[in-house]
């Protein structure tokens, strides 16, 4: 193997240490992570020949194959001006939310921890700082909303489990019962429930999943809360494979309900492309999933054909 196909196969790699599941990506972005995916792939390169696993077909609660895949290449995108709070709204994926919300011409609340870090400005626009655990400080800015979109994301911790995921969606929940707004959109990404592991290729199943471990399990928590818990709330979990930095698209989305990834035919392999998407696409979903029912309290995941 040369050279340029060492370099080429371990940026393939870093990329799919990149599937980072939370919209501030602020475990990927640190030093010590970086220097962590780095390392691993300089010393353990990819193998030019390495074979893809195509994801398997997904069953629902009760065993069965799921039988909903949809495939669309222009999702229908909401005419009407709606009221949105979006949560996590500085990370790179709220921003890829706010901004395309603004370009459809909605009314934006972006609630976010940091707003020093936003780096939108527009006339429909409104940032707030808020504590997103807080049911009181969340109330004013939720009350009066058509739909609240949530893109929080949270770092991994080495020491201790990951718990904002659970305890910001119960606050959320509780402010959105307490002031009559149900229309909840959320993501969390493909694998968050451990039997989905297989089938991954070997580099996200053996070196990124150990590490993203605690970050998986806590949006498990979160998503089995609304499923479970939240019978008023009308929800929709959008599960995105790893995300990566790239301008929005009208490829065409493939679908699968009630997976932790997307089905695919048994003689279909979309090969590592499968497994990444861009976050401003993520955006341009989450977006959409408003103007239909189709996705109304279930969990969806997505990739890019």
């Known amino acids: 193997m040369n050279l340029e196909n060492v370099k080429k196969i371990n940026k393939l790699g870093i990329e799919l240490l990149g599937f980072s599941t939370v919209s501030n990506e602020s475990w990927y972005a640190s030093s010590a992570l970086r220097v962590v995916q780095l ?3 300089m010393f353990f390169p990819i193998p030019a020949s390495l074979p893809v696993a195509s994801p398997r077909r997904s069953k629902n609660k009760k065993g069965e194959p799921c039988t909903l895949l949809v495939n669309h290449r222009r999702l229908q995108t909401c005419k009407v001006s709606k009221k949105l709070a979006v949560l996590g709204a500085t990370g790179q994926t709220g921003q890829c939310v706010v901004q395309q919300a603004l370009q459809h011409g909605h009314v934006v609340v972006a609630i976010v921890r940091n707003p020093q870090k936003m780096k939108i400005s527009h006339s429909n626009l409104k940032v707030v700082k808020v504590n997103i655990f807080s049911s009181e400080e969340l109330v004013s800015h939720l009350e009066g909303q ?3 979109i949530s893109c929080l994301g949270f770092s991994i911790s080495f020491l201790s489990p990951v718990t904002g995921y659970l305890d910001s ?3 959320i929940v509780d402010t959105m019962q307490k002031v009559g707004v149900t229309r ?3 993501m969390t990404s493909w694998y968050t429930n451990g039997e989905a592991s297989p089938q991954c290729p070997w580099t996200i199943r053996w070196v990124l999943l150990p590490m993203i471990k605690s970050v998986l399990l806590n949006m498990q928590e979160m998503e089995h809360f609304l499923t479970n818990d939240c019978g008023d709330i009308n929800y929709t979990i959008v599960r995105p494979p790893g995300l990566v930095n790239g301008s929005c ?3 065409e989305f493939r679908t ?3 997976a932790f990834s997307v089905t695919l035919p048994d003689n279909c392999d979309i090969g ?3 497994f990444h998407v861009s976050r401003a696409d993520v955006a341009r979903f989450m977006l959409n999933v408003l103007s239909t029912d189709k996705w109304d309290k279930k969990a969806v995941a997505i990739a890019l054909i």
Do not use: Q, R, Y
Request: hydrophobic share 50%; aromatic share 4%; charged share 20%.
């Open 272 to 274: 590592l492309s499968g």
């Open 249 to 251: 698209t009208d490829k």
């Open 169 to 171: 969606m119960k606050a």
């Open 146 to 148: 058509d739909a609240i």
């Open 39 to 41: 390392s691993l792939f």
């Open 256 to 258: 699968t309900l009630n």
């Open 184 to 186: 909840l959109v959320t």
